[in-house]
């Protein structure tokens, strides 16, 4: 490779030393700044084919220098040293145009690597896409070719490509996450980042500075800008699962973001502009949620410009042989081996699996280790209930067949106030008359009373 000039920031000398060998050996001629502003200076003063800098420094951190060198309209590549680990932390670098990252301590060999890939100016795109990997471990394909799920491959590859909204919906464990990851996958978007954000399990006070991040002093505590979730989407997605856990405040400012494309970081007031496709995801029943006052009618409008809804599995029984298939070698074993015998599936496929696609996959697991990798048979699947099968004890948050009829107590029992009202009227008030009109006892009457009318209770 033909010589370079690389520009080396790192506030502790020794670590400066180390590198300025280590590039000197590959060849490259080297310039050392202690910080960002001799770098600055420096970088001025010469040409500089590459900036490799350290994250973490007093004044002005690499970001910030980042930020310096960008807003001299330089596209220099600059590196990023990070000995803190954290991908999140490069994350930040690489969001803010750094064009990679290289985890402290590093040998020679790995730096080589980055250097020549920075220098051959490897797209960013790539790097993002290796980003990417790293924090998408895990995500692994649909598997399972029923109807209902060749309807939601339909749903993804259609909606992918564009920018709208998505509301995912399907009870517990059916794969909504992996439905969100499809779609970003499908999406031109797939090269930036997939950023999920759970907002069951974050505390309340803290989603809010995840979502929108701080600048230095927002708090007690902020001792430190943080980009928020929302900045790290940027270009990419972000994905809001269990929307309907959010708080009904905070719900109104994403509201705000989802309208105006911008945010604010909090104790912050510099609007930054955001590009991010939203896709959220519950296992409620969306509307019901609203009449209950745990989702804004306004957001679930926004977001739900497109909804996917994922079967639950009793209702694509066809899949289940495939995916404990799917879940035998997932977890290490050869599926010739390891084989499910047509008894035990006939009693899966018979099952109601409340827990859905998780719940097979720790049954599968379960069921592996029990029969010692041999076939898998009846008693290996310890199944919770064999409740009344195909038919979940209670009604389905989603996913199942619509019109739903989630507030059916309910309505019987508006229905039942009603007539006993209609029957009380017919009856000029008197009980024994409309116990007589309803064609039940007048202690049942008294008793309805006693429940709906309880105002009207002379007891
Ligand atoms: N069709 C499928 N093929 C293969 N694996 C699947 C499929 N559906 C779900 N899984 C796996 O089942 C597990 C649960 O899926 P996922 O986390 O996407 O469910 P979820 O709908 O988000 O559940 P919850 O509502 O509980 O968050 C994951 O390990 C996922 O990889
Ligand atoms: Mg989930």
Redesign the pocket.
């Known amino acids: 490779m033909k010589t370079k000039q690389i520009l080396v920031v790192d506030d502790e000398p020794k670590m400066r030393r180390v590198l300025e060998i280590m590039l000197q050996q590959m060849g490259h001629r080297v310039l050392g700044a202690g910080n960002g502003c001799e770098a600055l200076a420096l970088f001025k003063a010469h040409t500089v084919d590459l900036v490799i800098t350290d994250l973490r420094m007093p004044e002005m951190d690499g970001i910030e220098l980042l930020g310096n060198l960008r807003a001299q309209e330089s596209d220099v590549p600059v590196m990023v040293i990070t000995a803190h680990g954290t991908i999140e932390t490069a994350v930040a670098a690489m969001k803010h145009g750094a064009c990679d990252y290289i985890l402290r301590p590093f040998d020679i060999d790995a730096l080589e690597l980055a250097v020549e890939r920075a220098l051959n100016g490897a797209e960013v795109a790539r790097q993002n896409a290796f980003l990417r990997q790293e924090i998408d471990r895990g995500w ?1 394909a ?3 070719t029923s109807q209902p ?1 060749q309807a939601v491959y339909d749903l993804i590859q259609r909606v992918g490509p564009s920018k709208a909204s998505v509301l995912i919906t ?1 009870e ?7 439905a969100a990851r499809a779609v970003h996958n499908a999406s031109p978007r797939r090269e930036r980042l997939f950023v999920p954000i759970n907002c069951a399990a974050i505390p309340a006070d803290i989603l809010e500075s995840e979502l929108f991040g701080y600048e230095k002093g927002a708090f007690t505590g902020a001792q430190k800008e943080r980009i928020g979730k929302f900045e790290l989407a940027d270009g990419g997605t972000i994905f809001l ?1 269990e929307l309907t856990e959010m708080p009904m405040a905070l719900q109104a400012k994403l509201l705000r973001v989802l309208q105006e494309n911008t945010i604010e970081r909090l104790g912050g007031n510099r609007v930054i502009n955001l590009d991010i496709r939203v896709i959220a ?1 519950t ?1 409620r029943d969306p509307r019901q949620a609203v009449r209950e006052g745990k989702l804004r009618e306004d957001l679930y409008y926004r977001v739900n410009v497109f909804s996917i809804e ?1 079967p639950p599995l009793r209702k694509r029984v066809d899949d289940i042989a495939g ?1 404990v298939e ?1 879940f035998i070698t997932k977890h290490g074993h050869s599926a010739e081996g390891t084989r499910l015998t047509a008894k035990a599936l006939k009693r899966l496929e018979g099952y109601s699996w409340p827990g859905n ?2 719940e097979l ?1 720790n049954m599968v697991e379960r069921a592996v280790i029990l029969s010692g990798g041999g076939l898998l048979d009846e008693p290996h699947f310890l199944l919770e209930s064999q409740v009344a099968d195909a038919h979940p004890k209670q009604p389905a948050a989603s996913g199942d067949d619509s019109p739903r009829l989630p507030a059916l107590n309910q309505a019987v029992e508006e229905l039942e106030a009603k007539l006993i009202d209609d029957a009380l009227a017919k009856a000029e008030g008197n009980k024994a008359k409309a116990a007589a009109l309803l064609d039940i006892s007048e202690r049942t009457l008294w008793y309805k009373l006693k429940k709906y009318r309880p105002e009207q209770d002379p007891n």
Do not use: I, P, Q, W
Request: glycine content about 22%.
């Open positions: 692994g649909f598997v399972g799920m399907g517990t464990g059916t794969g909504k996450e992996l699962d995801a296992n994922l995916l799917h696609v998780r996959e």
